[in-house]
Antibody, heavy 125, light 108 residues
Framework: EVQLVESGGGLVQPGGSMRLSCTAS????????MQWVRQAPGKGLEWLSY????????NYADSVSGRFTVSRDNANNSLYLQMNSLRVEDTAVYYC??????????????????WGQGTLVTVSS | DIQMTQSPSSLSASVGDRVTIQCRAS??????LNWYQQKPGKAPKLLIY???ALQSGVPSRFSGSGSGTDFTLTINSLQPEDSATYYC??????????FGQGTKLEIK
């Protein structure tokens, strides 16, 4: 069974830093592309970051580019999100997700097929 | 970046009704459109991918259609357990994905 478990959330002051972890099990992590998505309280889903299976290709949403850093440790089936210069508006539940492709009519269609339970990050003084 | 716009932002319907949710992309995404269902306190769950392909285990009352920039999620014969928020997602640019703002469905 595919399982993703986030950890590391909590309360942090504005301007502070926090590192989130996502531990994967039940699938071959080393060949999986991974993503981070967040959801502010009462708001919608916001895509944050993509990392390829090898970690060589990385993308960020403009809202976190330059402040957040995604990384992975394939030897330990782990994904990370280092968050610096945190702002009140970064308060959210942070999800890690596996992205893969399902095939339909002969074409591969990317999607997020597995999600963690989320970890809450609260940025407040 | 590709912007996704959903409508309506919320709706209320009765058990047995048919409801539709619209999603529009800021540029053509062909059929690279997914729909997710999210219930309070839970992670999103994949319903439909490739605009119209039903994810395994999802009831057949859910269906998707559209291509290019305009897409629709239809729920036939609404059930109480369909109360949730629904999100569309473009996967045309999966390395820089984006979601619609969500549609909250309430069952009367």
């Amino acid at each position: 069974e595919v399982q993703l478990v986030e950890s590391g959330g909590g309360l942090v002051q504005p301007g502070g830093s926090m590192r989130l972890s996502c531990t994967a099990s039940g699938f071959t992590f080393t060949t999986s592309e991974m993503q981070w998505v967040r959801q502010a309280p009462g708001k919608g889903l916001e895509w944050l970051s993509y990392i390829s299976n090898s970690g060589t290709t990385i993308n960020y949403a403009d809202s976190v580019s330059g402040r957040f850093t995604v990384s992975r440790d394939n030897a330990n089936n782990s994904l990370y999100l280092q968050m610096n210069s945190l702002r009140v508006e970064d308060t959210a539940v942070y999800y890690c997700a596996r992205s893969t492709s399902y095939y339909h009519d002969g074409l591969g269609y990317p999607l997020f097929d597995s999600w963690g339970q989320g970890t809450l990050v609260t940025v407040s003084s | 970046d590709i912007q996704m716009t959903q409508s309506p932002s919320s709706l209320s319907a009765s058990v047995g009704d048919r409801v539709t949710i619209q999603c529009r992309a800021s540029q053509s995404i062909r059929s690279y459109l997914n729909w997710y269902q999210q219930k309070p306190g839970k992670a999103p769950k994949l319903l439909i991918y490739a605009a119209s392909a039903l994810q395994s285990g999802v009831p057949s009352r859910f269906s998707g259609s559209g291509s290019g920039t305009d897409f629709t999620l239809t729920i036939n014969s609404l059930q109480p357990e369909d109360s949730a928020t629904y999100y569309c997602q473009q996967s045309f640019s999966i390395h820089r994905s984006s979601f619609g703002q969500g549609t909250k469905l309430e069952i009367k």
